[in-house]
């Protein structure tokens, strides 16, 4: 009796993440995934059960095309991203040695944030572009005599740009990890004859797991879902899946991009569940 | 007596009658009879950024009393709030493609022309199709074919004025290419010049399917590779090959970027990144108020031309209906003709609108004459010096080589499809 009253108060106190997450997570999941069969005309949507949107998916060599594109980033993004972030929080939990200096620098990190995305991301267009400061810099030190082409609206600024967003995803929770460190198990390990390099491999990183994997969830979740960040810094010569959704949106298709965004939260949610694989994140928090 | 009836005129009525006087003269001069300042109606316009102005509303407002809450959309967003979302707005303000696209589905009204006071001035295009009485129309959805239907229930589109108007013309203008003549250094005459290899990582098209397939055409066609049908219904087969030959372009690396919206174009052509692009008439008027060389570049294959105009919603009755119709009368009447005219579009009862300009600027706009003095953007901002001749010409010279019109086809999901494929690819 005892013990179901207990579970009874603990469902009651769980009640309110219930309900939160029920209207906005799976009520609109239920959602998606019920309209992704329905029928459209050019300016309506009607109920039905067709398979027409899948096919169509499925059978189009540009989706395969602009999915792997989609993948691509996201591999590419994560590792930068991991060397830049692990580095980073690495320099600051270990060689700065003061917490208020340590403070200092963390907020420095977090200065790009005060303004929106949207803007720093556009920020980089004149700095890139054909007469922007960039290619004027290299070729008045003489590096180049012709502008360089493939800085802006390629897929070298789009990952930079991502880069630039996301890095700080990465840089906070290693750095969170790193921090909770028992500093006198590095102690132990140097006075075991262990040089920087062994500490680093062989104590460091499996200590990091959980933060390198918080940090890898956001970079590859804000990776694989974006479409304004691939439209800007490659003029819209690059597609990924997003912006094959906000395609479908935009000429009312919304059966198609249901179905297209049904397809990329299978992925998402299967890439971080093998993530997770990997580390109990909850064990070792 | 003096003295008596003296009292009885108090302060008040005084200061009433005179706003009255005031308010009625200056009804009189500008031809509106109606004041609605004591209903405080307010209309919702809807529209394409083109013709979304804050001077129009507080114009309106000033002349009329109606208060205009004007709402700028991407062409496709106003298709789509038109279609689907029927009380959203008041008046449309949207092209005759997108007309063709949701008149059918029955969210506006039709207009009774006796009730426009300047119909007889509209010009032929919006009636018969014809600009002067010998000129060819055009391919593409021709404005007068979806002008009129038949009767004020109408729903079938009628190819001979009904007095029933599916929407009262504004404006219309004749497109081409934007270019850098001083990153180019040579003429350039002909649509095919936009896949010039000499401008690989150099040029730009524009990301609004039903729009951008047109270039797309008039670009094929002009290099020999596709004879159309017609251009603005093209069959399965010509809309793979248009956009087959555009894909191995982009493959090819011949674009910079494209762009959905102006601003997009303007920054692309101001700094450089793109020397030779599909470009809208305003984007052209920014670059050289910021003084850079563009120019809006007549080419031998005639333009592609587009006609907006304003509709009214199923919805409006009584008070408001009237108020519309004193709206969409007092557009025609010429203030703001003459203001859009400023940025380089034509007003369809374009005689209304010269009363508002200067001779000067009647006669760069329009006429195609040298300016005499600076001539200015509809803000104001000085665009050209004296000496200046509008690229193209005159009215007659640039509306009477229109090659096609913005169109929607009857493969139009098809070719939506392949348009998003070609942007992906």
């Known amino acids: 009796m005892a013990v179901l009253q207990r579970n009874i108060s603990s469902l009651l106190l769980a009640s309110p993440v219930i309900l939160v997450l029920s209207a906005f997570i799976i009520v609109p999941i239920i959602l998606i995934t019920a309209v992704s069969f329905w029928g459209a005309t050019e300016f309506s949507i009607y109920p039905a059960f067709l398979f027409d949107n899948y096919e169509f998916l499925f059978t189009s060599e540009v989706t395969y095309r602009v999915f792997f594109r989609t993948l691509y980033f996201a591999f590419l993004v994560w590792l930068i991203t991991l060397v830049i972030g692990f580095t980073v929080a690495y320099y600051l939990a270990f060689f700065v040695h003061s917490l208020t200096w340590q403070i200092i620098c963390f907020l420095l990190c977090t200065i790009p944030f005060w303004t929106s995305n949207i803007i720093r991301m556009i920020s980089w267009i004149p700095f890139l572009g054909r007469n922007g400061l960039a290619n004027q810099s290299l070729i008045e030190m003489g590096i180049v005599n012709e502008p360089v082409e493939w800085l802006l609206y390629s897929e070298f600024s789009v990952c930079l740009a991502f880069v630039h967003l996301y890095t700080l995803f990465m840089v906070v929770p290693i750095f969170n990890t790193m921090m909770r460190i028992d500093k006198s198990l590095i102690e132990a390990a140097r006075d075991a004859g262990a040089s920087s390099t062994q500490i680093l491999v062989n104590v460091i990183i499996p200590l990091c797991k959980p933060g390198i994997m918080i940090g890898s969830i956001f970079v590859v979740a804000l990776v694989m879902g974006d479409f304004i960040t691939v439209r800007f810094m490659s003029g819209s010569q690059i597609a990924n899946m997003g912006r094959l959704i906000s395609n479908d949106i935009s000429l009312l298709q919304y059966p198609s991009a249901c179905a297209t965004a049904v397809v990329l939260l299978a992925t998402v949610v299967i890439m971080i569940s093998i993530m997770l694989r990997f580390v109990d994140i909850r064990k070792e928090l | ?425």
């Open chain 2, 1 to 425: 007596m003096k003295a008596n009836s003296k009292s009885k005129i108090s302060r008040r009525s005084l200061l009433k009658s005179g706003v009255a006087a005031t308010t009625a003269a200056a009804a009189g001069t500008l031809g509106a009879p109606m004041i609605w300042a004591q209903s405080n109606i307010v209309l919702r316009q809807s529209g394409t950024g083109v013709s979304a102005f804050n001077e129009i509303a507080a114009k309106a407002k000033e002349d009329l009393g109606i208060t205009m809450e004007m709402t700028a959309l991407d062409s496709d967003s106003v298709a789509q709030k038109v279609a689907t979302q029927p009380k959203s707005f008041d008046i449309a303000d949207i092209e005759y493609w997108m007309c063709k696209k949701v008149w059918p589905i029955g969210n506006m009204q039709a207009m009774d022309t006796s009730k426009i006071k300047n119909y007889d001035k509209i010009v032929g295009i919006f009636k018969d199709g014809k600009l002067t009485p010998t000129s060819t129309i055009a391919q593409g959805t021709a404005p007068h074919t979806v002008s009129f239907v038949d009767g004020a229930n109408g729903k079938s589109f009628s190819s001979e004025e009904t007095g029933w108007m599916t929407m009262i013309p504004t404006i219309y203008n004749a497109d081409t290419l934007g270019i850098r003549p001083d990153l180019i250094n040579r003429p350039i005459n002909t649509w095919a010049e936009l896949l010039n290899p000499e401008f690989k990582g150099k040029a730009s098209i524009l990301d609004i399917s039903s729009i951008g397939i047109m270039d797309m055409a008039m670009v094929c066609e002009a290099m020999g590779e596709i004879q159309y049908g017609d251009k603005g219904n093209m069959t399965k087969e010509e809309i793979d090959k248009t956009i087959g030959i555009f894909t191995e372009a982009k493959k090819a690396g011949q674009f910079r970027a494209f762009w959905k919206t102006f601003d997009e174009s303007v920054n692309l052509m101001a700094s450089g990144e793109v020397v030779i692009q599909s470009m809208w008439s305003p984007a052209i008027t920014a670059v050289r108020s910021k003084g850079i060389p563009c120019v809006y570049q007549p080419l031998k294959e005639g333009y592609r031309s587009w006609g907006g105009g304003l509709g009214i919603a199923a919805h409006l009755s009584g008070k408001e209906l009237d108020a519309a119709y004193e709206y969409i009368n007092w557009y025609l009447s010429g203030w703001v003709g003459g203001f859009l005219m400023r940025q380089g579009y034509y007003s369809a009862a374009v005689e209304t609108s010269k009363e508002y300009m200067s001779a000067d600027e009647w006669g760069y706009w329009f006429e195609g004459k040298a300016a005499k003095g600076d001539i200015v953007n509809p803000q104001g901002v000085k665009m050209e010096s004296a000496g200046a001749v509008r690229d193209g010409g005159s009215f007659y010279d640039r509306m009477g080589s229109v090659a096609c019109w913005n169109a929607v086809m009857e493969e139009n999901q098809y070719m939506v499809r392949k348009w998003n494929e070609f942007i992906a690819s």
